[in-house]
Every structure is written in structure tokens, then in C-alpha cells.
């Protein structure tokens, strides 16, 4: 005898809807992990190591700030990103003050490249340093939730023990699993707490220590700029073949293991004059080749929403009509969106007379 279902059929969310909060889970310090469900009960379909971009009505105007995704896309009724605020923040300073359960915030996502869904290795080495063991947890709860044996020296680094991120997660996922390898490195303890574990700055060292077999491992790497350098020259160092080595910062310029690509063979000339004609204004701005489409707008007294400023997160998403660019994005653009001729304002340079569609 047959049973009548009750399971319904799920859509799967669109940044056209805006994300409700439901939780704000304190972590460190001046840090949150912010949860997200869609009103309307569609799932949440990204690959581990994505990131959303938020519009934040911070005090003095709109801005848009680019987040990792902390949860996992094998966990779809919710989508969480974990926030750390600076000195200078203003959109994740905002969020730690104001944001509550109830209230919704517009997101344009996921995107990304940095991610293990098309990795063919069978073993990793992740290295974080501060916020950027975001993508590493998505990613080590994905591999974990889906059965696949784990074989993961993961490395996370802070100033002190008690600015880890996802320690106490971290530590209970690797009572789980003989094959996630957890090591903290920490520069200094905090007072009147001792630490056994590994101090200082990590280093080739380290490295030879906790991962002997790196050769091996397929490494990825997120954290501030001075680290992932440090991090680049280590395993370059070493002899590591850096075609295994991924990395991923919302304000770093490409780097070793980068490949930029171009969108027009032309290269910008700083003598060279051009114009970008933003049609719906019908404004003509002339400028250098070597400024951006971002930059001419700035000048011509036109907004255009903007997240990363270096190609990365896709915020800056505009339809050219006529007219070449040349494009060094970060993979926030897909090939379909720049065969359809979009580019990206904050890292395409007008090469001659440009026209888009604002």
C-alpha cells in the first residue's frame, strides 16, 4: 500500500530574493557568524569556499562587503557567513551592532573559483590565518558530510588562542576523523592561559614538521595578503610545484600561481586617451586607458555598487554595448556573462570609445 508524500519540491534561491537572518552566533572577539534562511523556503546551491555579497545600510550610506560562506552547501535550508570586524570596519561593524534575527539584508552570489568541488586530489593541505579559515571550514564540513575518506593537515593561525576561529568546531570534527590533522599556531598566548602548541610566525619549518608529505597535498590558502606571501615563498622554497596551490583574499593583487586573463589582447596605455558614454545618463567622460570603467564613473558623478575593487566578488557587473575593454578580473565573472558582454567596472580599462548600459 502506498503512502502519499508529503516532501514538497524545493527551489533553489536566487540573490533576486533578499536573505532573512535567524541566528547571530557570537565566536571571538569582535566576530559572528551571521545565519541566513530564504523566506520563501528555497535551498541554498553553492560550491564550498563561495562567498555572497551584502548590501549593508551602514549610518553614512549602502555599502557592499564580500563574506566567505562558513556552512556548508551539503546543509542547504541555511547559509552562514562568519564576519570579523576591524578597526575601520564600517559594513561588519554595522552587522555586529545592529544586525538581529528577523531582519533581511540583499545579497548578490555565490561566486567564487576558490574552491575544492573540482579538485581531483586525494589529499590537502589548507592554511588560514585569522577570518580566512571560513572557506577551509565550508569546505572541511562539505568533504566530511559527503563520506569521502578525509586526508587534511589543516593549519590555522591567529594572533592568540583565543582569536581562533572555529576552534572548538575544528577540534570536534577532528575527534571524528583520524584523517583531519588539526594544528593551531598562534604568535603569542594570552596572559595567564599557557599554550603547548606551535608559536611564532608559521614558516618553512613548521611546515617541513606538520606536513612532511606537502609534496604531496594539494594546497589551499586564505588569510591577509603578508601571510599568503609568506606562505607562497615558503612551499616555492621548499620545491613545492605551485600549480597544486590555490589562494583566495578579498585585497590581494594576483600573485604567484595567478593567471590573469585578459579580456581583449590590447593592453592599456597610460598616454592614450579614451571615453566611456553611460548611456542611461548620457554622459561622455574622457580618461585615461589605464583608468577603469569604476574610475570614470567616480568622475562622471555616477554610482555603481561595488564590493572587492579587483574583480573578485562581481558586484561591479555592468553590460557593455560597444566599444573594447581590457579585463583582469579574479573570477567574479563568468565566461557566459562576458560572451553576453558584461565586464566588470572596477577591473576593465576603456581601450578607445566604450559605451555601457548605465
Excluded at 533553489?12 to 530574493?17: G, H, L, P, V
Excluded at 541566513?36 to 555572497?52: E, I, K, V
Excluded at 573559483?113 to 581531483?120: G, I, W
Excluded at 595578503?225 to 590581494?252: C, I, K, T
Aim: proline letters at 7%; a negative charge; hydrophobic letters at 35%.
Amino acid at each position: 500500500m502506498s503512502t502519499p508524500s508529503n516532501r514538497t519540491t524545493w527551489a533553489a534561491w536566487t540573490d533576486s530574493e533578499p536573505l532573512e537572518c535567524v541566528a547571530v552566533h557570537p565566536e571571538i572577539p569582535n566576530a559572528a557568524t551571521f545565519s541566513f534562511r530564504a523566506s520563501s523556503g528555497a535551498l541554498f546551491d553553492f560550491d564550498p569556499g563561495q562567498f555572497l555579497t551584502l548590501e549593508i545600510p551602514a549610518p553614512d550610506g549602502t555599502v557592499h562587503r564580500t563574506y566567505t560562506i562558513s556552512s556548508s552547501p551539503s546543509r542547504p535550508r541555511s547559509i552562514n557567513i562568519t564576519a570579523k570586524a576591524q578597526d575601520d570596519s564600517i559594513g561588519t561593524r554595522w552587522m555586529l551592532d545592529n544586525l538581529k534575527p528577523g531582519m533581511r539584508l540583499k545579497a548578490t552570489g555565490p561566486a567564487g573559483t576558490f574552491t575544492t568541488v573540482r579538485s581531483t586530489a586525494d589529499k590537502f593541505l589548507f592554511l588560514a590565518a585569522g577570518s580566512g579559515v571560513t572557506p577551509m571550514m565550508s569546505m572541511t564540513t562539505c568533504l566530511w558530510d559527503e563520506g569521502r575518506p578525509l586526508d587534511i593537515v589543516f593549519i590555522n593561525c591567529a594572533h592568540r588562542p583565543s582569536e581562533l576561529l572555529f576552534r572548538q568546531s575544528l577540534e570536534h570534527l577532528a575527534r571524528r576523523s583520524s584523517g583531519l590533522d588539526l594544528k593551531f599556531v598562534i604568535k603569542e598566548p594570552d596572559p595567564y592561559h599557557p599554550w603547548t602548541g606551535y608559536q611564532g610566525r608559521l614558516n618553512q619549518v613548521m611546515l617541513g614538521q606538520i606536513a612532511p608529505d606537502y609534496l604531496e597535498r594539494e594546497v589551499y590558502c586564505c588569510g591577509p595578503e603578508p601571510f599568503m606571501r609568506a606562505m607562497r615563498e615558503a612551499l616555492a622554497g621548499l620545491g613545492y610545484n605551485m600549480d597544486g596551490y590555490h589562494q583566495e583574499s578579498f585585497g590581494a593583487p594576483l600573485s604567484l600561481g595567478d593567471k590573469e586573463k585578459p579580456f581583449e589582447d590590447t593592453s592599456p596605455s597610460d598616454d592614450v586617451a579614451a571615453e566611456v558614454y553611460f548611456e542611461k545618463k548620457n554622459t561622455r567622460q574622457i580618461c585615461a586607458q589605464t583608468d577603469t570603467i569604476l574610475s570614470a564613473a567616480k568622475s562622471a558623478g555616477i554610482s555603481i555598487p561595488t564590493g572587492c575593487t579587483f574583480g573578485l566578488c562581481g558586484t561591479c557587473k555592468v553590460k557593455k554595448t560597444s566599444g573594447k575593454v581590457h579585463m583582469v578580473h579574479s573570477g567574479g565573472i563568468t565566461e557566459q556573462d562576458i560572451a553576453a558582454g558584461y565586464i566588470l567596472a572596477c577591473c576593465s580599462n576603456p581601450i578607445g570609445k566604450v559605451s555601457v548600459d548605465l
